[in-house]
Protein backbone atom coordinates (compact mmCIF):
# COMPACT_ATOMS: atom_id res chain seq x y z
CA UNK A 1 0.00 0.00 0.00
CA UNK A 2 3.21 2.33 0.83
CA UNK A 3 4.24 2.08 -2.65
CA UNK A 4 0.83 2.92 -3.75
CA UNK A 5 1.08 6.25 -1.70
CA UNK A 6 3.97 7.19 -3.20
CA UNK A 7 3.04 6.83 -6.94
CA UNK A 8 0.39 8.90 -5.91
CA UNK A 9 2.39 11.54 -4.53
CA UNK A 10 4.15 11.68 -7.94
CA UNK A 11 0.99 11.27 -9.98
CA UNK A 12 0.35 14.58 -7.88
CA UNK A 13 3.54 16.49 -8.63
CA UNK A 14 3.16 15.95 -12.09
CA UNK A 15 -0.56 17.36 -12.40
CA UNK A 16 0.79 20.51 -10.35
CA UNK A 17 3.89 20.54 -12.92
CA UNK A 18 1.23 20.09 -15.60
CA UNK A 19 -0.56 22.60 -14.48
CA UNK A 20 2.05 25.17 -14.41
CA UNK A 21 3.32 24.64 -17.97
CA UNK A 22 -0.39 24.75 -18.80
CA UNK A 23 -1.25 28.19 -17.56
CA UNK A 24 2.56 29.56 -19.42
CA UNK A 25 0.62 28.46 -22.67
CA UNK A 26 -2.29 30.31 -21.78
CA UNK A 27 -0.54 33.37 -20.60
CA UNK A 28 1.45 33.59 -24.52
CA UNK A 29 -1.83 34.52 -26.12
CA UNK A 30 -4.06 31.32 -25.74
CA UNK A 31 -1.37 29.40 -27.97
CA UNK A 32 -1.96 26.20 -26.73
CA UNK A 33 -0.19 22.55 -28.38
CA UNK A 34 -0.97 23.65 -31.62
CA UNK A 35 -1.06 27.17 -32.23
CA UNK A 36 1.49 29.08 -34.19
CA UNK A 37 5.08 29.93 -33.48
CA UNK A 38 5.63 32.22 -36.38
CA UNK A 39 3.40 34.86 -38.18
CA UNK A 40 2.24 35.13 -41.47
CA UNK A 41 5.67 36.23 -43.10
CA UNK A 42 7.15 33.51 -41.21
CA UNK A 43 9.13 35.46 -38.19
CA UNK A 44 8.21 34.35 -34.73
CA UNK A 45 5.56 35.61 -33.63
CA UNK A 46 6.30 38.94 -31.25
CA UNK A 47 2.87 38.74 -29.35
CA UNK A 48 4.89 35.36 -27.49
CA UNK A 49 7.82 34.05 -25.71
CA UNK A 50 8.57 31.36 -28.36
CA UNK A 51 11.13 29.74 -26.16
CA UNK A 52 8.55 29.44 -23.48
CA UNK A 53 6.00 27.93 -25.30
CA UNK A 54 8.01 25.60 -27.12
CA UNK A 55 9.42 24.88 -23.65
CA UNK A 56 6.27 24.44 -22.15
CA UNK A 57 4.52 22.23 -25.01
CA UNK A 58 8.32 19.79 -24.84
CA UNK A 59 7.77 19.70 -20.93
CA UNK A 60 3.18 19.22 -21.66
CA UNK A 61 4.30 15.84 -23.92
CA UNK A 62 6.76 14.42 -21.47
CA UNK A 63 4.51 15.03 -18.11
CA UNK A 64 1.63 13.68 -19.85
CA UNK A 65 3.53 9.97 -20.73
CA UNK A 66 4.66 10.13 -17.20
CA UNK A 67 1.51 10.72 -16.22
CA UNK A 68 -0.42 7.57 -18.30
CA UNK A 69 2.74 5.48 -17.04
CA UNK A 70 2.05 5.72 -13.44
CA UNK A 71 -1.85 5.93 -13.60
CA UNK A 72 -1.24 2.76 -15.28
CA UNK A 73 1.11 1.27 -12.47
CA UNK A 74 -1.37 2.76 -10.06
CA UNK A 75 -4.37 0.67 -11.37
CA UNK A 76 -2.10 -2.56 -11.91
CA UNK A 77 -1.19 -1.78 -7.81
CA UNK A 78 -4.32 -1.81 -6.64
CA UNK A 79 -5.63 -4.36 -8.67
CA UNK A 80 -3.32 -6.44 -7.21
CA UNK A 81 -4.01 -5.47 -4.00
CA UNK A 82 -7.64 -6.10 -4.38
CA UNK A 83 -7.05 -9.25 -5.87
CA UNK A 84 -4.99 -10.55 -2.59
CA UNK A 85 -7.15 -8.79 -0.46
CA UNK A 86 -10.65 -10.60 -2.05
CA UNK A 87 -7.97 -14.20 -2.00
CA UNK A 88 -7.24 -13.67 1.32
CA UNK A 89 -11.31 -12.99 2.50
CA UNK A 90 -10.56 -9.17 3.65
CA UNK A 91 -13.16 -7.40 1.66
CA UNK A 92 -16.17 -8.44 1.52
CA UNK A 93 -19.21 -6.22 -0.41
CA UNK A 94 -22.23 -6.97 1.76
CA UNK A 95 -23.46 -10.09 0.58
CA UNK A 96 -21.15 -12.45 -1.43
CA UNK A 97 -22.31 -14.06 -4.59
CA UNK A 98 -21.02 -16.78 -6.45
CA UNK A 99 -19.86 -14.44 -9.23
CA UNK A 100 -17.68 -13.33 -6.66
CA UNK A 101 -15.18 -15.83 -7.12
CA UNK A 102 -11.70 -15.79 -9.16
CA UNK A 103 -11.43 -14.57 -12.55
CA UNK A 104 -11.71 -17.87 -14.66
CA UNK A 105 -9.51 -17.70 -18.09
CA UNK A 106 -11.84 -17.44 -21.07
CA UNK A 107 -9.51 -17.21 -24.16
CA UNK A 108 -5.72 -17.13 -25.01
CA UNK A 109 -3.89 -15.04 -27.11
CA UNK A 110 -2.20 -17.22 -29.89
CA UNK A 111 -0.37 -14.50 -32.14
CA UNK A 112 0.62 -10.93 -31.98
CA UNK A 113 1.54 -8.77 -34.58
CA UNK A 114 4.87 -6.50 -34.01
CA UNK A 115 4.28 -3.02 -34.09
CA UNK A 116 0.06 -3.45 -33.54
CA UNK A 117 -1.74 -1.75 -31.09
CA UNK A 118 -1.69 -5.39 -29.17
CA UNK A 119 1.98 -5.50 -29.48
CA UNK A 120 2.23 -1.87 -28.02
CA UNK A 121 0.20 -2.68 -25.05
CA UNK A 122 2.29 -5.67 -24.72
CA UNK A 123 0.23 -8.27 -24.97
CA UNK A 124 2.19 -11.66 -25.50
CA UNK A 125 1.56 -14.87 -26.87
CA UNK A 126 0.18 -17.23 -24.67
CA UNK A 127 -1.48 -14.73 -22.48
CA UNK A 128 -4.88 -15.92 -21.02
CA UNK A 129 -7.46 -13.32 -20.71
CA UNK A 130 -9.58 -12.99 -17.35
CA UNK A 131 -10.61 -9.62 -18.37
CA UNK A 132 -11.62 -7.73 -21.66
CA UNK A 133 -13.04 -4.61 -20.87
CA UNK A 134 -16.33 -5.81 -20.11
CA UNK A 135 -16.42 -9.38 -21.13
CA UNK A 136 -15.54 -12.02 -18.21
CA UNK A 137 -15.02 -15.77 -18.02
CA UNK A 138 -19.03 -15.49 -16.37
CA UNK A 139 -20.19 -13.57 -19.12
CA UNK A 140 -18.14 -15.02 -22.00
CA UNK A 141 -20.20 -16.80 -24.67
CA UNK A 142 -18.13 -16.55 -27.54
CA UNK A 143 -15.60 -14.43 -30.05
CA UNK A 144 -18.00 -11.69 -31.10
CA UNK A 145 -18.36 -10.65 -27.44
CA UNK A 146 -14.83 -9.81 -27.87
CA UNK A 147 -15.51 -8.66 -31.31
CA UNK A 148 -18.28 -6.21 -29.98
CA UNK A 149 -16.33 -4.36 -27.27
CA UNK A 150 -13.59 -3.77 -29.54
CA UNK A 151 -16.34 -1.53 -32.20
CA UNK A 152 -17.17 0.15 -29.22
CA UNK A 153 -13.54 1.50 -27.91
CA UNK A 154 -11.87 2.17 -31.70
CA UNK A 155 -9.42 4.78 -30.35
CA UNK A 156 -10.13 4.13 -26.67
CA UNK A 157 -8.10 2.76 -23.70
CA UNK A 158 -9.47 -0.85 -22.94
CA UNK A 159 -8.46 -2.62 -19.94
CA UNK A 160 -7.47 -6.00 -20.08
CA UNK A 161 -6.46 -8.18 -17.39
CA UNK A 162 -4.41 -11.35 -18.77
CA UNK A 163 -2.73 -14.27 -16.65
CA UNK A 164 1.06 -14.14 -18.33
CA UNK A 165 2.99 -17.45 -16.34
CA UNK A 166 0.72 -17.31 -13.35
CA UNK A 167 0.78 -13.84 -12.60
CA UNK A 168 -2.08 -11.34 -13.20
CA UNK A 169 -1.09 -8.56 -15.20
CA UNK A 170 -3.36 -5.17 -16.57
CA UNK A 171 -2.43 -3.73 -19.87
CA UNK A 172 -4.49 -0.54 -21.46
CA UNK A 173 -5.21 -1.76 -24.88
CA UNK A 174 -6.38 0.62 -27.86
CA UNK A 175 -7.96 -0.65 -30.78
CA UNK A 176 -7.57 1.30 -33.82
CA UNK A 177 -6.52 1.50 -37.66
CA UNK A 178 -2.70 0.30 -38.16
CA UNK A 179 -1.04 -0.60 -41.03
CA UNK A 180 -1.69 -4.42 -40.62
CA UNK A 181 -5.20 -6.16 -40.62
CA UNK A 182 -7.77 -5.60 -38.10
CA UNK A 183 -7.73 -3.08 -35.05
CA UNK A 184 -5.90 -5.18 -32.51
CA UNK A 185 -3.02 -6.90 -34.65
CA UNK A 186 -3.66 -10.23 -32.49
CA UNK A 187 -5.17 -13.60 -32.64
CA UNK A 188 -7.37 -14.86 -29.74
CA UNK A 189 -9.08 -18.01 -29.46
CA UNK A 190 -11.71 -19.54 -26.81
CA UNK A 191 -10.58 -21.82 -24.34
CA UNK A 192 -12.26 -25.15 -23.76
CA UNK A 193 -16.16 -25.99 -25.45
CA UNK A 194 -16.86 -22.11 -25.76
CA UNK A 195 -17.32 -20.70 -29.21
Not at 6 to 14: C, N
Not at 110 to 117: A, F, K, L, R, Y
Request: aromatic share 4%; charged share 30%; glycine share 8%.
Amino acid sequence: MASVQDLMKQKEEIEKELSIHSQTLEQNSSVGMDGPLVDKEGYPRSDIDVYEVRRARNRIICLRNDHKKIMSDIEEKLYVIHAEAREAGTVTSGTRSSKEKRLEPFARVTMVTEGSPSSIADLRVGDLLLEFGSVKGDNFTNLSNISSVVQHSVNQPLRVVVLRDGIMVSVSLRPQEWRGKGLLGCVISPIGTKD
